[in-house]
């Protein structure tokens, strides 16, 4: 047993994730670390396929196959309810179908997957699951309150009918209407937005220590969005509940997050506060992408700031700086033979790239 340092909830060092498929090796994620502390809000933000949902994944054993954890350590912070002291797990360790990892996924750190809707296809009766204790996904035959007791059930000694309760409780609070009666529903009884919502439920059913919420507002109008997203800080702020924030929106991850990191083609690029990434942000890639963001006064024919190239193939990653193809501050003969270092700047300020090798 440990006492806990500056109240860090889940640690990850040095996490390499990789798939070795036919056509080679994939790096999905490569030497990325970050903490993530009780009661705050990580972003991570970055392209399709820079390995922010692998992350996530692989912070609860859930990594496709043939997808592996190949390096690294994913430590999380156990600690019982109304104590002090904490046991350090090393999820990477732990068998991914075994009884602790079971105990931590949907019970300890609930998940809101991308895209959950999509996983309600007639095509599947007993629709999708990832694992039998955490029916983190929705299933179109089953009742809504059905499925969410399922989980309470799995990791909370109730009864049924006080399963059902929570379910009921937990519907009012992420504000479907009259909850007694959609208890009862069907996922296609439900619009978007609520089974949106009922995916929160769920993924909150257990009062988690961590939610990750991977892209929880796609598809949906703004104001349900805005609904959702103040549904998210409200319970935060009861549970003192971590959250993991994966999006493409930096609209709503600068209105979510303290803290960002940014990937690209699987490595960490930059890590700030939140103001400090806004205003002052020094990757080259990270000033690309907040200069794609649409800005209030723009004049209507003016076309938005793009990133220039194509994201490399991941089965042949230029050497050097993964990013160099890419850079408009590209140095030849320096960006294209030495990849960068991941290095603090000033404060809590890291950046992994050679315009500051020197600093």
Known sequence: MNEPQNDVLVEIQDLRVEFDVRAGVVKAVDGVSFTINRGETLGVIGESGCGKSITARAILQMIPKPGRIAGGQVLYHRRARGSNQTDIINISKLDPDGEIIRQIRGGEIGMIFQEPMSSLTPVYTAGIHINEATNLHLTPFRKVGDQM???????????????????????????????????????HQLS?????????????????????????????????????????????????????????????????????????????????????????????????????????GRKTDARLASIEGMVPDPFSLPTGCVFHPRCPSFMPGKCDRIAPTWQRLVDDHWVSCLLYEEV
């Open 149 to 187: 007791a399922e989980t309470v059930l799995a990791h909370r000694k109730l009864s049924k009918a006080e399963a059902r309760e929570v379910a009921i409780e937990m519907l009012r609070r992420v504000g479907i209407p009259k909850p007694q009666e959609r208890v009862d529903s069907y996922p």
């Open 192 to 296: 978007g937005g609520q089974r949106q919502r009922v995916m929160i439920a769920i993924a909150l059913s257990c009062g988690p220590d961590m939610l990750i919420a991977d892209e929880p507002t796609t598809a949906l109008d703004v104001s349900i969005e805005a609904q959702i997203l103040d549904i998210m800080r409200e319970m935060q702020a009861e549970e003192n509940m971590a959250i993991m924030f994966i999006t493409h929106n930096l609209g709503v991850i600068a209105e979510m997050a303290k803290e960002i990191v940014v990937m690209y083609m699987g490595k960490q690029v930059e890590r700030a506060s939140t103001i400090d990434l806004f205003y002052d942000p020094k990757h080259p890639y990270t000033k690309a992408l907040l200069q794609s963001i649409p800005k209030v």
